[in-house]
């Protein structure tokens, strides 16, 4: 499906699940646009620096139809996934900063199959696997003069919290302090923080992705801080490093 993007816009919030939601309660934004039958939607972030491009078949952008293009901070295109009625479907590729592909493949309504392949920044292949109704059944992998690497324990794999999410919930029970003159001023809302998962695990450059109460900033730097390394991301059989986001809630309890 291709989008042509019409002249009239309407100006959309969304929580922390992508659910829309009102301006007081969003953590992003974004600029709806109806195309023909459908609709597409750019998602920005605090900057204003355009974050997503999502085609959908419907006005609430619930089920996601065709291309959805993710950008970095600085806007350079970082992924592009194909969607048909909310399944993956179709082409699914990552790509480095300079526009060159770092990893491509397909899905057939939500499961990775046939060949899929991993190039350097060089543009040299780095990794080939296959996949068989989502299973990864073989890989090799390659150093750039083309000659073979150890393998790794897979193709493709996003990076994730060491634990989980019981544990990431575990964490915020015991470290998160509600601010005090939070508290006093009947202060509320989520805060969205990025961070880099380096190619090792290791975690850098922090920064408030989305807020919206400044009494609530330092406590969610503080506790983002205090995670462990992460399961860094393998993606076209490479540790790659790349960038991540965590919400925390603040909610007075109701008495």
Same mark, same amino acid.
């Given at each position: ?31 709806? #646009?109806?195309? *023909? ?6 998602? %920005?972030?605090? @900057? ?5 491009? +999502? /085609? $959908? ?38 790509? #480095?900063?300079? *526009? ?6 397909? %899905?057939?309504? @939500? ?5 899929? +392949? /991993? $190039? ?136």
């Amino acid at each position: 499906m291709t989008f042509c993007f019409a002249n009239d816009t309407a100006v959309v919030y969304f929580d922390h699940a992508h659910k829309m939601t009102s301006k007081k309660k969003a953590i992003t934004w974004g600029k709806e #646009y109806k195309v *023909g039958n459908a609709w597409a939607l750019n998602s %920005y972030n605090t @900057d204003g620096v355009v974050e997503s491009t +999502t /085609g $959908y078949l419907d006005e609430d952008c619930t089920i996601k139809e065709g291309p959805k293009m993710l950008y970095n901070e600085k806007g350079k295109l970082l992924q592009l996934i194909t969607y048909t009625d909310n399944k993956l479907n179709g082409p699914f590729i990552y790509y #480095y900063e300079s *526009g060159e592909k770092q990893m491509e493949g397909n %899905y057939s309504m @939500d499961k990775k199959t046939g060949d899929w +392949t /991993g $190039y350097f920044a060089s543009g040299k292949i780095a990794g080939k696997a296959h996949y068989e109704d989502d299973n990864q059944v073989s890989a090799s992998f390659l150093n750039e003069d083309g000659t073979a690497r150890a393998p790794l324990d897979s193709f493709y794999r996003p990076a994730s919290y060491t634990g989980g999410d019981n544990a990431w919930i575990l964490l915020l029970r015991k470290n998160l302090r509600y601010p005090q003159e939070a508290q006093d001023n009947e202060v509320q809302g989520r805060v969205t923080i990025r961070f880099t998962v380096k190619a090792d695990g290791r975690l850098d450059n922090f920064a408030i992705d989305w807020s919206m109460q400044p009494y609530l900033e330092q406590e969610s730097l503080r506790v983002v801080k205090m995670m462990p390394d992460w399961i860094p991301a393998i993606i076209g059989g490479q540790h790659i490093e790349i960038q991540m986001k965590k919400t925390i809630t603040f909610r007075l309890e109701t008495r």
